[in-house]
């Protein structure tokens, strides 16, 4: 890896288990070496040791304007050095649908932070706290064991940023991967005058299977699943894969996330959207959109037929028997900032 200043002219990661990276790149206060030019950086946030940031800056910025900012936060045992790369086609950086290539074509800011250690040793291996546990001993990671206060950690990355580069506070848009992607969702329930939507990939809504969840403003949602995910299975219960072999618990479905159950309020009930789903097509892939909904917003779920614990058009990171098979069918990186670039200020 080689740097100039703050820059990161080439990040070069190996990735493992739900995107961790093997190689730990730690940041410095860009607030008082601020970037004045597009590329990567690796930037710390005041008050958390060892939670920084890689801030990826597009063509477009020369810091005269605020630009729209996507937070991609990763899965569990990964890091900010991982994501990108589970985002590529064959784990290669350069590839036109990678996240971070799509987001600097678009236009738009693009934050990698980092969950907290799994252990002290591990550098490359974290985890979100989003929610679980309770009494249906729901899925519960090592930072929801350890009360960790990641909204908090949020609401400190937002004004870390803010102190750093301008960026468009009506235009702050979520995804993430598996642990990160339920991590959307809780953020979603939580902090949802900080978020105009989300685009939750593998992973969702534990918060609020284990708690109430009730927002003050709807938020748009585009939830992309695999229908063979052997990890987060998209009817819910226990996983069948690597990762549950570091902890327990039953993961929450699609279906309860998005539609709710009998005694479970999902995302289309605590909207007020209509009832009825409009299905359209992704190549393949069903796409059931829910509107109607107060505050104008549209909630979405896309089916991904056949496909286990990936990232559309990205990385094949571990085999079909432990993950289940990928797909190039369409890219999720291009599908997400174009849904993120339909959702006006807010």
């Not at 597009?58 to 991982?82: V, Y």
């Not at 932070?113 to 591990?122: E, F, H, L, V, Y």
């Not at 892939?285 to 990205?314: I, K």
Request: with cysteine; charged share 15%.
């Amino acid at each position: 890896m080689t740097r100039s200043g703050l820059r990161i002219s080439a990040l070069m990661v190996a990735v493992l288990p739900f995107g961790a990276s093997c190689r730990h790149v730690a940041g410095i206060d860009c607030r008082q070496s601020r970037p004045t030019a597009p590329g990567e950086y690796a930037c710390t946030v005041q008050g958390y040791d060892d939670r920084d940031f890689l801030l990826r800056l597009p063509p477009t910025f020369d810091g005269s304007k605020s630009l729209p900012l996507i937070i991609a936060m990763h899965g569990a045992a990964g890091s900010k050095e991982g994501y990108n790369s589970l985002t590529c086609q064959g784990g290669d950086a350069g590839n036109a649908n990678c996240l971070s290539q799509v987001a600097e074509r678009e236009g738009f800011l693009l934050v990698y932070p980092d969950g907290t250690r799994i252990s002290a040793a591990t550098a490359a291996s974290r985890t979100w706290n989003s929610g679980g546990g309770g009494t249906r001993d729901l899925r519960c990671e090592h930072a929801c064991k350890d009360g960790v206060d990641d909204v908090g950690y949020f609401r400190a990355l937002l004004a870390e940023i803010a102190a750093i580069v301008p960026y468009d506070t009506r235009r702050v848009y979520l995804t993430g991967f598996s642990n990160g992607a339920a991590m959307s969702h809780r953020l979603a329930c939580e902090v949802p005058d900080r978020i105009a939507a989300i685009a939750p990939v593998s992973g969702a809504n534990l918060f609020a299977g284990a708690v109430a969840c009730n927002p003050s403003r709807a938020t748009p949602i585009l939830h992309i699943h695999g229908d063979a995910d052997p990890c987060w299975p998209y009817a819910g219960g226990l996983g069948q894969c690597a990762a549950d072999q570091m902890n327990s618990g039953a993961y929450v479905s699609v279906d309860e996330t998005i539609v709710g159950t009998a005694t479970q309020a999902g995302w289309v009930g605590r909207f007020g959207c209509s009832a009825t789903a409009t299905t359209t097509m992704v190549g393949k892939h069903p796409r059931d959109s829910y509107t109607g909904c107060r505050d104008g917003v549209t909630v979405s779920r896309l089916r991904v037929l056949g496909m286990g614990h990936t990232w559309p058009g990205g990385n094949q990171y571990l085999s079909t028997d432990r993950i289940g098979p990928s797909t190039q069918d369409f890219s999720a990186s291009q599908l997400i900032v174009d849904f993120f670039k339909s959702v006006p200020a807010r």
